[in-house]
């Protein structure tokens, strides 16, 4: 069960995606953020006190996309786990930045929660 400090930001430009993510880990316990793009992410994790684990789509609107703010967030918070979901191409994990792990569409809730909860269980590494 998560700590009630636990915080996830759920970026994707799509609204129902985003909603359905949203209410679904609040219901198990984790405060929720909401970002529908690469900067407003940006801006939430600036703006929070803490974000444990950003879940992002690669493919949104603006200068920057789920791929650019993952490699993004581990230069500059390296300690936030991140996942990345895409339902175009699968991305190989040198795409990906260290702490990630990436999930294609569609995607059963219940295997990301699986996912965090042994993200957020790993030993910071910042």
């Known amino acids: 069960m998560p700590t009630p400090q636990t915080v996830i930001l759920v970026v994707e430009d ?3 995606i ?17 970002a529908a793009t690469g900067r407003e992410a940006l801006a939430a994790i600036e703006g929070a006190e ?8 690669v493919d949104m609107p603006g200068e920057i996309d789920g791929l650019m703010l993952a490699h993004e967030v581990e230069r500059n918070w390296p300690a936030i786990a991140i996942i990345v979901t895409s339902g175009k191409n699968p991305l190989g994990m040198s795409e990906l930045p260290a702490n990630s792990r990436f999930y294609t569409k569609p995607y059963m809730l219940e ?3 699986t996912a ?9 590494e910042s």
Request: proline share 2%; net charge negative; hydrophobic share 50%.
């Open 116 to 124: 965090i909860k042994e993200m957020l269980a790993r030993p910071s």
């Open 14 to 16: 799509e609204i129902l």
């Open 50 to 57: 803490r974000v444990n684990l950003v879940f992002t789509d």
């Open 18 to 34: 985003r909603m359905d993510v949203a209410d679904y880990l609040t219901a198990q316990g984790y405060i929720v953020l909401e």
């Open 111 to 113: 295997t990301l929660q």
